[in-house]
């Protein structure tokens, strides 16, 4: 059974840091892309970054480029998101997500971003 | 970049045929992918490439692609599809995923 579990949310202050961790369980990690989506609360799904099976290839939405950094460890089976210079519009439920099609999602971790 | 564009809300009494379209510019030249999400709950997919349903998705989920617009159709709806859903495609360079605005559906 796929399993993706993300943990290291929590309150920030603006201007702070939070590393995301996504531990998977289930399938072959290192031969899979993964995704980091977030979801602001009561609002929609924004794509926020991907990367490559090996690591290699990662690519940003516009709003958290060279803020936020995904990065991954094959040998643990586990995806980060590094997020620098939060900002309040960063809060949000932070969802990883498996493959090109987006095809298996964890529960989320919420991360908010307050004074 | 790219834009999909849902209603935020579509009603629907039980038992009857639900239609959630998705707009965007020749999104017929696009694969489109569906999700559900309930309250408190992960996206869930219902439909990807257009049309094809997951294992487990009932038959009740379908999903065509043409022109400038995609469309979700459940039929026969259940009190149990009352949820969001949620459109997505790859950008045209194919290295964003972009996401419609979601639409509530609401079983009356």
Known sequence: EVQLVESGGGLVQPGGSLRLSCAASGFTFSSSWMHWVRQTPGKGLVWVSRITADGSGTIYADSVKGRFTISRDNAKNTVFLQMNRLRAEDTAVYFCVRGESLDYWGQGSLVTVSS | ??????????????????????????????????????????????????????????????GSNSGDTATLTISGVEAG????????????????????????????
């Open chain 2, 81 to 108: 599809d009352e949820a969001d859903y949620y459109c997505q495609v790859r950008d045209s360079n194919g290295d964003h995923w972009v996401f419609g605005g979601g639409t509530k559906l609401t079983v009356l």
């Open chain 2, 1 to 62: 970049s790219y834009v999909l564009t849902q209603a935020p809300s579509v009603s629907v009494a039980p038992g009857r045929t639900a239609s959630i379209t998705c707009g965007g510019d020749k999104i017929g030249s696009k694969s489109v992918h569906w999700y559900q999400q309930k309250p408190g709950q992960a996206p869930v997919k219902v439909i990807y490439h257009d049309s094809d349903r997951p294992s487990g998705i009932p038959e009740r989920f379908s």
